[in-house]
């Protein structure tokens, strides 16, 4: 445990190198901070992934142990069984995964990739990783069958061939089968990739293989030669056996399916076009679209099922890609969301020569997993248990919160349960294989994330799980804009697509308020309850923000004078207002008239209800000024303890009552400075005055003087894409403007405010004791200061007004200011205080009193009680208050910026947490700002990593790492310690169900499934060595020495212990085969040389 006294900086320690925490001359100090962090607290790693896969691309089910495997265009391969048991592995190479293969009840996974590499996964570890690599150099992979317990793997190539791995040693087999020995003379030119293999479900020893041309070939695998080839006109695209094996199913690019007879290659035994239309003239019915993929399975009891993808009319009307399931002479066509990357057909049994008895279908779609039903009516699709509906709508902001209120999990779900939607299947969902993890280190967790079509989800992320809990609509409180003719469609919408989109929020868990910022610079007050009501009127704040900088009245800085109330305008109010013109006034209209005091969205004016949950307390909207739009809100800070929500953006910041419904505060960022503060910064190009169309009204404070904006280049600064779709900028710029239509000098004169915080604080030097009062980080590295003088509780807090009054700037740092906390005499941090929740809809009398909470004593004079941090783009720095003295300065980054900075609380103590732009992850002491920990984690490729990256208490952090994916990592070394026990298991050991029973008759005359020993075909004594160029083997990281690496913990004990068994069984085995082997040559020796004795026993020399 280190120490620090703050009497050494007193003593004239001048600041160090640059990126090295520098002690600054500060006031006398007899305080001595303990610092309880040091390095070896800190590890970082990746902990989990949340949500769908993005950009899947193939997929695989496990029967037996019944996990779910998905692959993806990146070459992420997730693997998924019960709800709360997920995994995710990469390959390297990037490559898509092209297939999966399960080695059912194995505990292993075959993935192909796009770069010609088959890879074995060893999933018998909680974390999977590569055993065996197989690089193919001189051919294609196109397709990949691995036989139910077999050892040998297919794998067809984009010239025809097929060769045969052994899954053991991964090393090829010298057996293959040529394309031209395949097909011969049947057709004349080649047949095009393999698309398809399959063996007979009764004959192991014959192989199915199709060609992407239309010819299927019956191979006999003992002869080495082709039985049968089936020639077809279109193109195939998939093949199914049905059980007896001795008809198969072809589906093809002109949307039939043909059937033929294993030993009738002439022609198929039938022809149909599912969804086309059958001509009455007795024609072939008109061409469809490919059917991609077809499965037959069969059921004792009744019809078979057909499942099929594609094959739907040209010229139907649905456009959305469908899945058929035909059983009997009934025919299901279900509509898809996305299009459908592949589908599996759920069995009872996992061996093919079997009845099927076919239970749910495994729907792959581009954006979701669709798991359809096939034993209820209607096919009803499961309720899935995964987090995959993150992308539901396009994720836009995030926030994490860590050791949350225990309380607050339950109160969320059992208002989100309300919500939950019908009509789903009764039965469990299918994929339930693994098991939980049993970590104990486990506290409340939520995430909470915004989305472009206005609604926030709350989601439950305790124990490395994602759960959502409940899901609240912001655009319920807004009418929709008719699209129909143009005279409908309102001229005010600040963007083009998604004006309900979240921009921000602001989220007090204690309390449990709510304040959300929208895209058409709307704010949004919600407050949490467990019961009904309806609102007759919504209430609504209109919001004139300008940003004229030329010929402005600063205010006054001592500004102890009490601002006027403002008065809440509702929506259906009539009479015209002094902040808001009359409805006939505004100009709706294709006059040239400037819009002015219009908002962007129309606020609901009928009653509305409100169900339980987040319930609107207050609607804020900032107007259009002049004919420009209002600037987006950059920055959000609500306080439960004052009644405060505090909003910013490049035009300056505005303060709400929302108690009294009454603007306070609503001024520009240059106002804020006093008139001999040496940071105050001038103008580069101010804008004329303008004059505003409305009078002074009512919900002016003393400080709101008429400011007019700077110009903007264009005038419109509609939005084409909503603000999902900056994440996939290629932009690397990193502007550090939020508006794209300013000048660069322009955003040089233009200070916009970045960060706020409520505190109970020193706003002034000469306070004895703290008071309420707001910090506000400015993008130009200013932190200012305003009081706060707020009335006693009670009656008198919703009658008497506010006071806010500026104080000046504290300090200055490079860069932006991104965050602000406070820490207390001892270096803890002071949480900003807060009103515990108490039920807002209850009666009266049941409600409890507004307080605050008790506040500390005062200081002795000469001493600071208190330390403010404050952290930019560039700096950190640590200020004592009520001195103002800068006691720590830390230099970050020179080369970068940070992008995201918070002050965390971590098991053992306190810490400041940097993400930087050139993906490096640091943590510095408190208060001293040493760095503990220094990380190249991620190099930042996108923006949507910078937009979402989120730090939260006990060493937890995440970031959107794709469109609908979640990643979460911890930098504390306890975290990383306890993953393996917290992380579930994917294999489990289980028994392989019996294999069907043949029968007395079919065992007695040969009926039932013939089986091969395909060792005797494939292995190096019968088929040879394989050409060493045609494939290269490499070993995986993996293995006996890998699987040490990957066991810690009490499971990890255990896993060591049979690793070290398994290879003292090992070595005992090659001991006792090498005793053998000795003993075989002994013996052999022994009976030659009594063999030479007997020949030459009755011979004399001279007959030798």
Same mark, same amino acid.
């Given at each position: 445990?280190? @120490? ?20 600054? +001359? ?6 001595v ?7 070896? *607290? ?18 695989a089910?496990?029967?037996?142990? #019944? ?45 192909a ?56 040693s ?5 057996y ?26 009764? /004959? ?16 006999d ?6 039985d ?13 056996? *049905? ?8 589906? *093809? ?7 033929? =007879? ?11 076009t599912?969804?086309? @239309? ?32 594609g ?10 890609s ?6 009997? @002479? ?10 459908i ?32 039903d ?6 009803p ?24 209120p ?16 019908? %009509? ?6 299918p994929?339930? %294989?693994? =098991? ?13 994330t ?11 992320a ?14 319920k ?11 409908? #469609? ?26 959300v ?9 919600y ?10 009127v919504?209430q ?12 402005? /009245? ?5 500004? /102890? ?16 207002t ?10 709706f209209?294709s ?13 609901w004016?009928?009653?509305? #209800? ?27 800070a ?33 106002e804020?400075?006093? +008139?001999?503060?040496?940071?105050? !910064? ?27 904006r700077?110009?903007?280049?264009s005038?419109?600064? &509609? ?5 999902? =779709? ?29 960060s ?41 807090r ?50 409890? !009193? &507004?307080? &605050? ?32 003295s800068c006691?720590?300065k ?12 918070d ?17 490096h ?33 006990l ?5 959107l ?26 294999f ?12 007395f008759?079919?065992?007695?005359f040969?009926g ?10 494939? %292995? ?7 050409? &060493? ?13 890998g699987? @040490? ?13 049979r ?5 003292? %069984? ?21 009976? *030659? ?16």
């Amino acid at each position: 445990m280190k @120490k620090f006294n703050i009497r050494k900086v007193l003593d004239g320690l001048t600041a160090s190198s640059s990126g090295t925490a520098s002690p600054q +001359p500060g006031t006398n100090q007899n305080d001595v901070i303990q610092e309880t962090l040091q390095s070896e *607290h800190f590890q970082l790693c990746k902990t989990v992934r949340h949500g769908f896969p993005y950009q899947p691309s193939s997929m695989a089910f496990d029967p037996v142990q #019944k996990i779910l495997a998905i692959g993806t265009q990146s070459g992420a391969v997730r693997l998924f069984g019960r709800a709360g048991v997920e995994c995710y592995c990469q390959h390297d190479s990037g490559a898509a995964v092209i297939q999966l293969q399960f080695l059912v009840n194995e505990g292993a996974l075959v993935s192909a990739l796009a770069d010609d590499s088959v890879h074995l996964w060893n999933l018998r570890q909680k974390q999977p990783a590569i055993l065996h690599t197989l690089k193919f150099n001189r051919e294609r992979i196109t397709f990949c069958h691995l036989p139910f317990q077999s050892k040998w793997l297919y794998i067809g190539t984009e010239k025809g061939n097929i060769h045969i791995v052994n899954v053991e040693s991964f090393t090829l087999s010298g057996y293959v089968i040529m394309w031209n020995k395949a097909i011969e003379l049947s057709s004349k030119s080649h047949p095009g990739p393999v698309v398809h293999i399959s063996d007979n479900p009764m /004959d192991e020893g014959k192989i199915l293989i199709g060609f992407e041309c239309g010819t299927v070939v019956l191979w006999d695998l003992k002869c080495k030669k082709a039985d049968y080839r089936y020639n077809h006109d279109e193109a195939i695209h998939s093949v199914a056996w *049905h059980h007896e094996g001795k008809q198969f199913t072809c589906s *093809h690019s002109d949307g039939t399916l043909t059937t033929w =007879n294993v030993r009738v290659p002439a022609k198929p035994t039938i022809t149909i076009t599912p969804h086309g @239309k059958q001509p009455k003239d007795g024609k072939k019915p008109e061409p469809c679209k490919p059917i991609l993929k077809v499965e037959y399975k069969t059921t004792r009891a009744g019809d078979a099922f057909v499942v099929m993808s594609g094959g739907l009319s040209y010229d139907t009307g649905c456009r959305r890609s469908c899945l058929t399931v035909m059983h009997g @002479k009934s025919t299901a066509v279900l509509e898809m969301d996305y299009p459908i990357v592949d589908f599996l057909t759920l069995c009872e049994t996992p061996y093919p020569n079997d009845f099927q008895e076919p239970y749910a279908v495994v729907v792959l779609l581009e954006k979701d997993l669709v798991v359809i039903d096939l034993e209820q009516i209607g096919y009803p699709i499961f309720e899935n248990p995964y987090p995959l509906s993150i992308h539901e709508s396009p994720v836009t902001c995030v926030e994490y919160f860590a050791d949350c209120p225990p309380e607050l999990i339950p109160a969320l779900y059992s208002v989100g349960s309300r919500q939950k939607r019908q %009509g789903y299947s009764k039965k469990e969902w299918p994929i339930s %294989g693994g =098991n939980w993890g049993q970590g104990t280190l486990s506290y409340p967790e939520i995430i909470v994330t915004g989305h472009a079509d206005g609604s926030i989800k709350f989601w439950d992320a305790s124990a490395i799980m994602l759960q959502v809990l409940y899901k609240l609509k912001t655009a319920k409180v807004f009418e929709k804009a008719l699209k129909g003719g143009k005279e409908e #469609k309102p001229s005010t919408e600040i963007v083009d697509e998604d004006p309900f989109a979240i921009q921000t929020l602001s989220w007090c868990p204690e309390s449990r308020m709510l304040c959300v910022a929208g895209v058409s610079a709307h704010v949004i007050i919600y407050r949490f309850s467990k019961q009904e009501m309806t609102t007759e009127v919504v209430q609504l704040l209109e919001v004139r923000m300008q940003g004229e900088l030329n010929d402005v /009245d600063s205010p006054d800085p001592a500004g /102890d004078h009490p601002p006027t109330p403002s008065t809440p305008v509702p929506p259906s109010s009539s009479s015209p207002t002094q902040e808001r013109e009359p409805p006939e006034a505004q100009p709706f209209t294709s006059d040239d008239r400037p819009r002015d005091n219009v908002p962007g969205l129309k606020v609901w004016s009928a009653p509305l #209800k409100q169900s339980p949950g987040y319930q609107v307390e207050l609607v804020i909207q900032l107007v259009w000024v002049s004919g420009e739009p209002p600037q987006q809100i950059t920055s959000l800070a609500v306080s439960s303890s004052d009644g405060l929500v505090v909003f910013g953006n490049s035009s300056g910041l505005a303060v709400v009552d929302y108690l009294q419904k009454s603007l306070l505060l609503n001024m520009s960022t240059s106002e804020l400075y006093s +008139p001999s503060d040496p940071y105050q !910064r001038q103008p580069r190009s101010p804008r004329k005055t303008r004059q505003p169309s409305g009078g002074e009204g009512s919900m002016r404070s003393h400080f709101n003087v008429q400011l007019s904006r700077l110009r903007h280049v264009s005038k419109s600064r &509609r939005f084409s894409k909503t603000v999902a =779709n900056d994440f996939d900028a290629k932009d690397s710029s990193f502007s550090r403007s939020r508006s794209s239509s300013v000048t660069s000098i322009e955003r040089e004169s233009r200070e916009a405010i970045s960060s706020f915080h409520f505190s109970e604080s020193f706003p002034r030097k000469t306070d004895s004791s703290p008071s309420p009062s707001l910090w506000l980080g400015t993008t130009q590295g200013t932190v200012l200061v305003l009081s706060l003088s707020l009335p006693p509780t009670g009656d008198q807090r919703l009658q008497q007004p506010v006071g806010v009054s500026s104080c000046g700037t504290l300090v200055r740092l490079k860069g932006g200011i991104l965050t602000m906390a406070f820490l207390d005499s001892l270096g803890a941090v002071l949480p900003p205080s807060y009103e515990p929740w108490s039920e807002p809809n209850a009666p009266d009398e049941e409600k409890t !009193r &507004r307080r &605050r909470p008790a506040s500390p004593p005062p200081t002795q004079e000469g001493q600071d009680s208190q330390y403010a941090v404050v952290c930019s783009e560039k700096q950190a720095k640590v200020v004592g208050l009520p001195s103002q003295s800068c006691f720590f300065k830390h230099n970050i980054t020179e080369s970068s910026f940070v992008l995201r900075a918070d002050v965390v609380q971590m098991a053992a103590g306190l810490c400041l947490a940097c993400f930087c732009a050139n993906g490096h992850i640091m943590t510095l002491s408190l208060p001293s700002l040493r760095p503990l920990l220094d990380v190249n984690y991620l190099p930042l490729t996108d923006m949507r990593i910078a937009r979402t990256f989120c730090f939260s208490n006990l060493g937890q952090a995440m970031y959107l790492t794709s469109p609908t994916e979640i990643q979460r990592i911890t930098y504390s070394q306890e975290t990383c310690d306890n993953l393996q026990e917290m992380m579930g298991e994917l294999f489990t050991p289980l028994e392989t169900p019996e294999a069907p029973n043949r029968g007395f008759f079919k065992g007695l005359f040969g009926g039932g499934a013939q089986s091969l020993d395909r060792e005797d075909l494939f %292995g190096e004594t019968a088929a040879g060595k394989a050409s &060493r160029s045609l494939a290269q083997h490499i070993p995986g990281p993996q293995g006996m020495e890998g699987m @040490k690496g990957a066991a810690s913990g009490v499971v990890g004990d255990l896993a060591r212990a049979r690793i070290a068994l398994d290879e003292r %069984g090992q070595k005992l085995g090659e001991l006792e085969d090498r005793t053998a082997a000795m003993m075989a040559s002994a013996d052999s020796f022994s009976k *030659h040389a009594h063999d030479m004795m007997l020949k030459y026993k009755d011979k004399k020399w001279y007959q030798l």
